[in-house]
């Protein structure tokens, strides 16, 4: 098995330059004119063993018309989750469990169909939800590695030397989960309930180059906001919310939905055609904001739970869903990532 360090250095050096002139131009969203381009798509299904979920990866057009691009072969008695694309899509990060014991992160090489060695310091614990930065150089995940009785903490890995990165003041002494760094590793979201919580749950911007967390005005709310989930300049943060449609509503109350908060304007932006009815969940973006995945349980789908595709800056006409054909299954998918397809 290959090194991940090295597979990422070299494959990854493309996705470091466009979040770059992204960050310069000032925009995390397409122009309205650009053609669209091929997406790759993993996710976990139940459809073929209710019991074991098994990664699968999709390609797509970025207009109508997809295929299944093969999968993680599964193991007996595994269940593989929470599949994370890099940055170029040459790489998926997923979380692997076997009955009967602790929840691990592993890295498969999609061109190569195999896995990649992924060196993380050896700990007796759960760890779980990766999130790679387009460098190739780090990977957040959650853990309950610390043992001290104090729930779940974030870390963040150097895949180059396997070694965990000093974050002073990041964790507290309450369950601190869901991870997504920025496409340069510079910005670490996540969720998190703490005494100073505005709601049930809050999202949270640290700055691994400072040691700080950012404020982000006007995104929570005294409801639940979680999963959240970053452009590749850190610009957008896509969440979910429990917040009720009526602002004086109970707090939490309202149905799980999806919403999308950009820092540059400290405002929640609207998502017309996107939420319905059911709950909307585990949002994915593409490193430039203009595709959104996300799962759904609304009753039209084809299973319990269902993938959809947002295209929020389309080359023509208003922002709008995209047919997944042949995506979905009668039972349940879920755990989307989406980024640009390789070689495009």
Not at 7 to 20: I, K, P
Not at 80 to 98: H, P, W
Not at 168 to 188: A, F, I, K, Q, V
Not at 298 to 318: F, H, K, M, T
Request: aromatic share 8%; proline share 8%.
């Amino acid at each position: 098995m290959r090194e991940v360090a090295g597979v990422l250095v070299r494959s990854l050096r493309w996705v470091a330059g466009m979040t770059a002139a992204s960050a310069i131009a000032g925009y995390s969203a397409p122009l309205k004119a650009a053609p669209p381009r091929a997406l790759l798509i993993s996710w976990s299904s139940y459809k073929e063993n209710v019991g074991y979920p098994r990664v699968y990866f999709y390609r797509h057009d970025g207009l109508g018309q997809g295929k299944l691009q093969g999968s993680i072969p599964p193991g007996q008695e595994r269940s593989d989750v929470q599949a994370r694309l890099s940055g170029d899509g040459r790489l998926c990060f997923y979380n692997y469990e076997f009955v009967g014991k602790a929840a691990k992160l592993a890295a498969w090489d999609i061109a190569a169909n195999q896995e990649v060695s992924l060196r993380i310091p050896a700990a007796d614990s759960v760890e779980m939800t990766p999130s790679p930065s387009n460098d190739g150089k780090w990977l957040a995940f959650s853990s309950l590695r610390r043992g001290n009785g104090v729930g779940w903490n974030l870390f963040v890995l150097n895949l180059e030397t396997g070694t965990l990165r000093e974050t002073p003041g990041l964790n507290s002494d309450e369950d601190d989960r869901m991870p997504c760094l920025s496409g340069d590793g510079s910005l670490l979201a996540y969720a998190a309930s703490r005494p100073d919580s505005v709601g049930l749950q809050d999202i949270y911007l640290y700055d691994l180059r400072s040691g700080k967390h950012l404020p982000l005005p006007g995104l929570n709310t005294t409801s639940r906001e979680t999963e959240p989930y970053l452009s590749g300049d850190g610009k957008l943060i896509a969440f979910v919310s429990s917040r009720p449609a009526d602002p004086k509503g109970v707090p939490g109350t309202g149905d799980l939905n999806i919403f999308l908060y950009d820092r540059r304007s400290a405002r929640v932006e609207q998502l017309p055609g996107l939420n319905g009815p059911g709950s909307e969940q585990s949002p994915a973006l593409t490193p430039d904001g203009r595709y959104l995945c996300f799962v759904s349980e609304r009753i039209s789908g084809a299973g319990g739970r269902d993938l959809y595709l947002y295209d929020r800056e389309p080359q023509s006409g208003s922002p709008r869903l995209v047919p997944l054909p042949d995506l979905n299954s009668f039972r349940d998918e879920v755990d989307p990532s989406v980024t640009y397809a390789p070689g495009l």
